[in-house]
């Protein structure tokens, strides 16, 4: 079973920039469509973008234009590049991997990251 660790979280000033981590144990992202959340407390999580086998990305319409995702194979890890960083922007972000079976994403067996905190003031 895949693990995920996320790292690259801090504090920021408004309009500043950070770029997430997300390292996976044991097997390769293409197996996988990755994915980027964040929650803030008394909130739900809510998805702020993924990326599937062919590189293909979706972002919420919330990050679109300020936020990249991003993945490198050979070293298994997962980035979110966020720019333009806004105070609403605050919360714990996750990663997390859904196993594909051919075109099919198995959300029901999505495996989750600890976390790492953003704040942006």
């Known amino acids: 079973h895949v693990q995920l660790v ?3 979280g801090g504090s920021v000033e408004v309009g500043g920039s950070l770029r997430l981590s ?7 992202f293409s197996r996988y469509r990755l994915r980027w ?5 008394g909130k739900q999580r809510e998805e702020v973008a993924s990326i599937g086998q062919i590189g293909f990305t979706t972002y919420a319409d919330f990050v679109k234009g300020r ?3 991003s993945q490198d194979d050979a ?5 979110l590049q ?13 990663c ?6 051919g075109l099919l994403c198995d959300s029901l067996n999505r495996t989750w990251g600890q976390g790492t905190q953003v704040t942006v003031s």
């Open 6 to 8: 996320e790292s690259g």
């Open 22 to 28: 997300c390292v996976a144990s044991e097997y390769p």
């Open 37 to 41: 959340f964040r929650q803030v407390p």
């Open 67 to 69: 936020f990249t995702v």
């Open 75 to 79: 070293k298994n890890t997962l980035f």
């Open 82 to 94: 966020m720019n333009s960083l806004r105070p609403e922007d605050t919360a714990m972000y996750y």
């Open 96 to 101: 997390a991997a859904d196993p594909m079976t």
